[in-house]
């Protein structure tokens, strides 16, 4: 398969989406079913047996050279974020697709099985926590997620039913690390670098932990025109000073930190707003640095709250530590790009998470980028060149028997 075909699926995908102009697919919806379904077909195509798990993720797999040995799996994620381009997780599961396609009868000589995943819900973007079909993968299922609830007031439990899954059964989903050999996720890298320095892929040393939180920023509402400066207690001023707090600090600790959504309650024109929500991601190349500027910044914004008479309320809804790549899949990544002509690629911590950051905690992860269109991407003008994806597919190819090649090294 080459890399026309690829971008011609990702096209096909984009039809599975919940917005009358836009891209929006999201955990357990009528659009996830269908992007499974048309998954599930490519990968029989491509000679995989097919199967959804107990938590919605699709399955593919072809065995090795003899039945049931642990499986190299090839993955990314299938939903999206709202108003969302075409490449981020998709490229990621079509080009794992292809490459089944391209070894094909050569699996059967592989020492492991070849399998194939489009997890369910990387982004989160429906009920708010992230990497929720990679974590019930990895055995990190916390059934209090099941309580979480969408815009629509319906909880995961909910949506699980509606779906046609058990949630009593989620933990059927889970993998054992004797159950891999190890996971590989290509990506488009959602950032500048490559394109900076002119490159087609890189390899990842580490992903990024991350934390996100709810700050509920509380005053006073009360007639803007009638209640003097001295009596105001403004939410949404407090808030948007430790919004500024939040940019300055993350600048100063080379952190990254991104407040994205903010509500204002009660949110008339001539009302003193009495409180605002926002949203916080927090993120660092290492968890150390992270959860350092989380305990000043949180004492920073308690402060600036104390002195304008407002109240902060904060919820944890994220975490997630880093997560390092490990050296051997670093070094079969390496060696696959190396066969497409660069022999010095480009490695990159990534700031963006993945689902590859929950797999780690049962298998030895690696990551293949590719680079994309001025590194946008969670938009609509997110873009690949056909070059690039055609480089990356040979390169998950050549990765995927370097990675035969070590296994059967090791015996």
Same mark, same amino acid.
């Given at each position: 398969?080459?890399?026309?075909?690829?971008?011609?699926?990702?096209?096909? /995908?984009?039809?599975?989406?919940s917005?009358p102009?836009? /891209?929006?697919?999201?955990?357990?919806?009528?659009?996830?079913?269908?992007?499974?379904?048309?998954?599930?077909?490519w990968?029989e195509?491509?000679g995989?047996?097919?199967?959804?798990?107990?938590?919605g993720n699709?399955?593919?797999?072809?065995?090795?050279r003899?039945?049931?040995l642990?499986?190299?799996? /090839?993955?990314?994620?299938?939903?999206? *974020?709202?108003?969302?381009g075409?490449?981020?997780?998709? /490229?990621?599961?079509?080009?794992?697709?292809a490459?089944?396609?391209?070894?094909?009868?050569? *699996?059967?000589?592989?020492?492991?099985a070849?399998?194939v995943?489009g997890?369910s819900?990387?982004?989160?973007?429906?009920?708010?926590?992230?990497?929720?079909?990679?974590?019930?993968?990895?055995?990190?299922?916390?059934?209090d997620?099941?309580?979480? $609830?969408?815009?629509?007031?319906?909880?995961?439990r909910?949506?699980?039913?509606?779906?046609?899954?058990?949630?009593?059964?989620?933990?059927?989903?889970?993998?054992?690390?004797a159950?891999?050999?190890?996971?590989?996720?290509?990506?488009?890298?959602?950032g500048?670098?490559?394109?900076?320095?002119?490159?087609?892929?890189?390899?990842?040393?580490l992903?990024a932990?991350?934390?996100?939180?709810?700050?509920?920023?509380?005053?006073?509402?009360?007639?803007?025109?009638?209640?003097?400066?001295?009596?105001?207690?403004?939410?949404?001023?407090?808030?948007?000073?430790?919004?500024?707090?939040?940019?300055e600090?993350?600048?100063?600790?080379?952190?990254?930190?991104t407040?994205? $959504?903010?509500?204002?309650?009660?949110?008339?024109?001539?009302v003193?707003?009495?409180r605002?929500?926002?949203?916080?991601?927090?993120?660092? +190349?290492?968890?150390?640095? $992270?959860?350092?500027?989380? *305990?000043d910044?949180?004492?920073?914004?308690?402060?600036l709250?104390?002195?304008?008479?407002? $109240?902060?309320?904060v919820?944890?809804?994220?975490?997630?530590?880093?997560?390092?790549?490990? +050296?051997?899949?670093?070094?079969?990544v390496?060696?696959?790009?190396?066969?497409?002509?660069?022999?010095?690629?480009?490695?990159?911590?990534?700031?963006?998470?993945?689902?590859?950051?929950?797999?780690?905690?049962?298998?030895?992860?690696?990551?293949?980028?590719?680079r994309?269109?001025?590194?946008?991407?969670?938009?609509?003008?997110?873009?690949?060149r056909?070059?690039d994806?055609?480089?990356g597919?040979?390169a998950?190819?050549?990765?995927?028997?370097?990675v035969?090649?070590?296994?059967?090294?090791?015996?």
């Amino acid at each position: 398969m080459r890399a026309a075909e690829v971008l011609a699926r990702c096209a096909t /995908l984009d039809r599975f989406t919940s917005l009358p102009r836009g /891209l929006e697919r999201v955990h357990l919806s009528k659009e996830h079913a269908s992007a499974n379904a048309q998954a599930g077909r490519w990968m029989e195509q491509a000679g995989l047996r097919t199967w959804q798990d107990a938590a919605g993720n699709q399955w593919g797999r072809r065995e090795g050279r003899e039945p049931g040995l642990p499986a190299l799996v /090839l993955g990314s994620h299938l939903d999206t *974020v709202t108003d969302a381009g075409s490449f981020d997780g998709m /490229l990621g599961v079509v080009m794992a697709i292809a490459v089944a396609e391209r070894l094909g009868a050569r *699996v059967g000589r592989l020492p492991f099985a070849l399998e194939v995943v489009g997890f369910s819900d990387e982004e989160g973007t429906r009920f708010g926590k992230a990497l929720l079909g990679s974590q019930a993968v990895a055995g990190t299922w916390d059934d209090d997620w099941f309580e979480l $609830r969408d815009k629509d007031a319906t909880t995961l439990r909910q949506a699980f039913e509606e779906f046609g899954l058990d949630p009593r059964r989620v933990g059927d989903a889970a993998r054992s690390p004797a159950s891999m050999v190890g996971y590989l996720e290509a990506h488009i890298e959602q950032g500048p670098y490559l394109e900076e320095a002119d490159a087609s892929l890189g390899y990842v040393t580490l992903i990024a932990g991350a934390r996100r939180f709810r700050l509920s920023v509380l005053g006073e509402a009360r007639h803007a025109g009638g209640t003097p400066y001295e009596r105001r207690r403004d939410a949404l001023v407090g808030a948007s000073e430790a919004i500024v707090l939040v940019e300055e600090m993350a600048k100063e600790r080379g952190c990254i930190a991104t407040v994205g $959504r903010i509500a204002v309650t009660p949110g008339g024109i001539n009302v003193i707003p009495g409180r605002a929500d926002l949203s916080l991601d927090l993120r660092a +190349p290492t968890d150390e640095d $992270r959860d350092a500027m989380w *305990v000043d910044l949180l004492a920073r914004i308690r402060e600036l709250c104390r002195r304008r008479g407002l $109240r902060l309320d904060v919820v944890e809804s994220h975490h997630a530590p880093a997560v390092h790549c490990a +050296p051997w899949l670093q070094d079969a990544v390496v060696a696959g790009i190396a066969t497409t002509g660069d022999t010095a690629p480009m490695g990159l911590w990534s700031r963006a998470g993945h689902d590859a950051m929950a797999i780690g905690a049962v298998a030895d992860v690696g990551m293949l980028f590719v680079r994309c269109g001025d590194g946008v991407s969670h938009h609509a003008d997110e873009s690949v060149r056909e070059v690039d994806v055609e480089a990356g597919l040979d390169a998950f190819e050549a990765t995927v028997l370097q990675v035969a090649a070590v296994v059967e090294a090791r015996g």
